[in-house]
């Protein structure tokens, strides 16, 4: 069963930094890109940022590039967003995502950012 | 443009259909995916590639697709379908997503 596990969200004052985590399990986690996604309270999703299946090809959102960072790590099987410099318009549940472009997507429950002081 | 449109809100007794459309100048080239999301669970796919249905998800959702319009629709909508829909595609560089507002399915 494919399972996409997203930790380390919390509350951050703005400016502060936060690392998420996303764990994959039921699947060959080096076959397949991934994504990060967010959703602020009342709001649709917004696409954040992409990286490839080796980690080579990295693209960001306007909103978050210069202070997010995609990573991931295929022997842990696990997907990261650092993010720098957060503000109090990045609060949200954040998502990750399973890319596939001939079968179904998956994603995880999503882990809550409140940047507030 | 690559934003997606979609009505905020639609909705349906049990038993009808409900149409859920997603509109944008992307879909005529990019393909549309579909994702059911209820609140504090994950988003799931519940129509792919335009018109394609996992095999997990109950045979009344289907997608179709024409233009630079997306159409998904749920047939015999039951209590269980209420939730949020959100539509999904690509810019035209086939990899970063755009997604539409978002679209509340009531089940009265």
């Known amino acids: 069963e494919v399972q996409l596990v997203e930790s380390g969200g919390g509350k951050v004052q703005p400016g502060g930094s936060l690392r998420l985590s996303c764990a994959a399990s039921g699947f060959t986690f080096s076959d397949f890109t991934m994504h990060w996604v967010r959703q602020a309270p009342g709001k649709g999703l917004e696409w954040l940022s992409y990286?490839?299946?080796?980690?080579?090809?990295?693209y960001y959102s306007d909103s978050v590039r210069g202070r997010f960072d995609i990573s991931r790590d295929n022997a842990e099987n696990s997907l990261f967003l650092q993010m720098n410099s957060l503000r109090v318009e990045d609060t949200g549940e954040y998502y990750c995502?399973?890319?596939?472009?001939?079968?179904?997507?998956?994603w995880g429950r999503g882990t809550l950012v409140t940047v507030s002081s | 443009s690559s934003e997606l449109t979609q009505p905020p809100s639609v909705s349906v007794s049990p038993g009808q259909t409900a149409r859920i459309t997603c509109s944008g100048d992307?879909?005529?080239?990019?393909?549309v995916y579909w994702y059911q999301h209820k609140a504090g669970r994950a988003p799931v796919t519940v129509i792919y590639?335009?018109?394609e249905r996992p095999s997990e998800m109950p045979d009344r959702f289907s997608g179709s697709s024409s233009g630079t319009t997306a159409t998904l629709t749920i047939s015999g909508v039951q209590a269980e379908d209420e939730a949020d829909y959100h539509c999904?595609?690509?810019?035209?560089?086939?990899?970063?997503?755009?997604f539409g507002g978002g679209t509340r399915l009531t089940v009265l």
């Open positions: 995502a399973r890319d596939c472009s001939g079968c179904r997507r998956y």
């Open positions: 992307v879909l005529a080239k990019q393909y």
């Open positions: 590639k335009d018109i």
């Open positions: 990286i490839s299946a080796s980690g080579d090809i990295i």
């Open positions: 999904q595609s690509t810019d035209r560089s086939g990899i970063t997503w755009v």
